[in-house]
């Protein structure tokens, strides 16, 4: 073989390398890359300021979570390693005694069980009840086809932990065959993916510049998520950044980041006499407007754009046209998918802040070095925890070392080093032996040694277990609990003490559930401003409002988008569809939110089913008849919707309920009728109340007179006792007297509580009048 099989051709001074070919970019393509690199390394810095901003924070909470966890396999976080290690190489107990779960699930099932939900109301004048309905309607549809509660009992969960969970809120495509979107509540399983701006102080960090939401994948990954092959550090230009590569390649892999950043627009906002409000290019067009009013009336008038210009500039001086303007920095948030050194995507976030809702529990400053921290339950109990670990391992190892006294005896008495009596004798302390054997030692006087006798040891377990209580006690004041909150009776004997400790440690953790209400009531507010954003097309909707009623509705977002000023495809006029009554356009008015604690579905059905049987009462029967049908509905058994059908199919045909889409508007005579009825069934129950009333007051007159009588009687007798001077006699008027006391004490409980119960309630049985016995016969009327 030639040297020349191996060589490389010798390069020419003409030729022209392929690896050079590069396109020629033109000037906006070239503005385009420097604007792209500008937001990369932008975006780079402010990753981080964030991760070192939130450094002592993020370090912690990742303690907390291994803390929480207890034990990962045979690895304990509840044990200093140095001393886990050692104990274990010396066979000596460890034992990990993991409470720690079960107070945080105290914190965040608390949230659970609170059942809480979002409710839309009106704020100003143009806030229509009807669309507030629709739009808390619109929301619960979000909640349940997001599985909303899950994501916050996430949030829960990780602000019990450490003392920060998020939500968020996303939008993505209803499917792969439209153009739908849909709005979804998203949980963060891990809220350390979450880098935010160390700089926003809100509440609700609203202030914030910027926002990370942070993904790390394998380059294959990277590959069949993106389409794209995957970057490397090296060809990255911060490579020689170590704190950078870091950063984007970490532990090998590469990180995608959704990027939400502020950007703001300038204008001027000029406020007319009329109270209208117009930026200042749609101030020019209303001055163009005129301008082109003039020019049809005048066919010489100037209408060039410096006359246009000279006009604007005179109108906005004067006070006539123009109340005043201000200069306006609207913000505008980005979203970004980025990597390293590309933008995969760029999108308009359009709400008023980013999507991420920090669920905080307990929120702290260090004026000495600035640090921030966000506190849950696991932080302050961990010594606490550590102690209690300790005591407990103490206590079983002390036990544990009284079984296993050494046994004690004269060299040689155990067998020789490696024999079977050596072993069994090892073995001893470890396992049940059936018998163990020594060798005879004689002594200089001729009699053997005594056998070995075992050095028993009684370990003074007392103090231990007076430890182990304080660290207890310690364990759940730090976690915010006590006995009573626990289930635990206590030294206490009432059971108002016992509530009254329960209430204790429920204000001792109310901070969580006041936080948990803060952020939905946040959520609430943007999922306001994305449904407007999203629903802007004229929709029908399907939305569950009081009572869980499901009625179809037309909403569309802005006047520009009414139907009703739109001929249909045929020339006809609109129309709404068939089974929809009500259209609403949801820009209009301003709403507010709360969050309030529902009852369970159970709960509100059973009450629900309680409410309308008193109603059947009072109605008239054809209203009754028709009321049968949804009680039977909203009773609990298996097979309630089947026999609630068979009862409307009996009704008579007027009665029987048709369906939305067949079911033509209620004529307003109709209507008329049926708030007559509702009225005068709302009279009926007051005319019963008053019946009622009246009847409780008849039996109180009643048990009145009847103790006027025994009062009448009992003073006959009294006078009697006073004025009888035969002393047998007189003793067996004051037994009698002292008898009908008692019957008259019993009467006035009676009627005590005859006044206290509801007038429905039955009556306290009489109590029955004493026997009057005849007074003993004297002497004279013996013979």
Wanted: glycine share 6%.
């Amino acid at each position: 073989m030639a040297e020349s099989d191996i060589l490389p051709t010798p390069a020419l001074a003409n030729d022209i390398q392929v690896d050079d070919l590069k396109p020629v970019l033109t000037e906006a393509q070239k503005e385009e890359q420097d604007k792209t690199e500008r937001i990369l390394a932008l975006a780079r810095k402010r990753f981080r300021t964030s991760e070192s901003g939130y450094a002592f924070y993020r370090e912690w909470a990742r303690r907390a979570i291994l803390f929480a966890a207890g034990k990962w396999g045979d690895i304990s976080y509840q044990w200093p390693e140095g001393i886990q290690r050692e104990r274990l190489a010396d066979g000596r107990p460890c034992m990990t005694i993991n409470r720690m779960r079960g107070f945080l699930r105290m914190v965040s099932n608390g949230a659970r069980q609170a059942n809480l939900r979002i409710q839309v109301n009106p704020v100003d004048d143009d806030g229509d009840p009807k669309l507030a309905e629709v739009l808390q309607g619109e929301i619960r549809n979000i909640e349940r086809t997001s599985f909303a509660d899950r994501a916050y009992a996430k949030a829960a969960d990780k602000q019990a932990e450490i003392g920060l969970g998020f939500l968020r809120l996303i939008i993505e495509w209803a499917d792969d065959t439209t153009f739908r979107q849909r709005i979804k509540i998203k949980s963060v399983p891990n809220p350390l993916r979450v880098f935010g701006d160390p700089s926003a102080q809100e509440p609700d960090w609203s202030d914030a510049e910027f926002m990370f939401y942070v993904t790390d994948v394998d380059a294959d990954i990277y590959e069949a998520i993106t389409g794209r092959p995957a970057p490397t550090s090296i060809t990255c230009s911060f490579s020689s950044d170590a704190d950078q590569v870091g950063d984007w390649f970490p532990g090998g892999k590469l990180r995608i980041a959704n990027y939400y950043a502020v950007d703001r627009t300038q204008y001027q906002l000029i406020e007319l006499v009329s109270g209208e409000c117009l930026k200042e290019d749609d101030f020019r067009k209303m001055v163009e407007a005129a301008f082109a009013q003039l020019a049809a009336k005048n066919p010489f008038a100037d209408v060039s754009e410096q006359a246009i210009t000279q006009t604007m500039a005179a109108w906005r001086k004067d006070k006539a046209v123009v109340r005043r303007e201000r200069t306006v920095r609207k913000k505008t948030w980005i979203h970004r998918i980025i990597t390293a050194d590309t933008i995969m995507e760029e999108t308009i976030w359009p709400a008023s802040s980013h999507p991420f809702i920090p669920v905080i529990g307990e929120e702290l400053f260090n004026p000495e070095t600035g640090e921030r921290d966000f506190r849950g339950v696991t932080i302050d109990a961990m010594d606490a925890a550590k102690a209690y670990n300790v005591e407990v391992t103490g206590l079983v190892e002390d036990i544990g070392l009284g079984h296993k006294s050494p046994v004690v005896g004269y060299k040689g008495q155990f067998g020789a080093e490696g024999s079977n009596q050596r072993k069994a004798w090892e073995l001893a302390n470890k396992k049940p032996i059936s018998f163990l054997e020594v060798d005879p030692m004689p002594q200089d006087d001729g009699r053997f040694a005594p056998f070995p006798i075992r050095n028993s040891y009684s370990p003074d377990i007392g103090s231990t277990v007076m430890g182990i209580r304080q660290a207890d006690q310690d364990y759940k004041s730090t976690a915010g609990f006590h006995e009573a909150s626990l289930g635990e009776s206590g030294p206490q004997e009432s059971r108002v003490a016992i509530v009254a400790r329960q209430r204790q440690d429920e204000h001792a953790t109310s901070n969580y559930a006041d936080n948990i209400k803060f952020a939905l009531a946040v959520c609430g507010k943007q999922l306001i401003e994305l449904i407007r954003v999203v629903r802007d097309e004229p929709g029908v909707i399907r939305i569950l409002g009081d009572g869980d009623r499901a009625k179809r509705v037309m909403v569309f977002a802005g006047k520009d988008k009414d139907p009703r000023n739109f001929a249909r495809p045929d020339g006809q006029p609109f129309a709404l569809p068939k089974g929809v009554h009500e259209i609403y356009d949801l820009t209009v008015g301003e709403f507010d939110v709360e969050v309030k604690g529902v009852p369970d579905p159970g709960d509100r059905r059973e009450e629900r089913a309680k409410n309308i049987v008193e109603m059947m009462k009072v109605v008239p029967p054809p209203m009754a008849a028709v009321m049968a049908p949804m009680a039977m509905k909203s009773i609990d058994v298996s097979d309630s919707q089947e026999i609630s059908e068979r009862m409307e199919e009996a009704l008579p045909p007027e009665l029987q309920r048709k369906n939305d889409e067949d079911q033509p508007p209620i004529p307003p005579q109709v209507k008329a009728q049926m708030q007559a009825m509702q009225q005068e069934g709302k009279a009926l129950v007051e005319r019963v109340k008053e019946l009622e009333e009246t009847v409780r007051t008849k039996k109180l007159e009643l048990m009145a007179r009847h103790m006027s009588d025994r009062l009448k009687a009992w003073l006959e007798l009294t006078k009697l006792a006073v004025t009888e001077e035969n002393a047998d006699r007189r003793l067996m008027l004051t037994k009698q007297l002292e008898v009908a006391s008692r019957f008259m004490d019993a009467d006035i409980e009676r009627l005590n509580m005859a006044q206290q119960q509801p007038a429905e309630a039955p009556m306290p049985p009489d109590a029955p009048m004493p026997p009057v016995a005849a007074p003993p016969a004297g002497p004279e009327m013996m013979a």
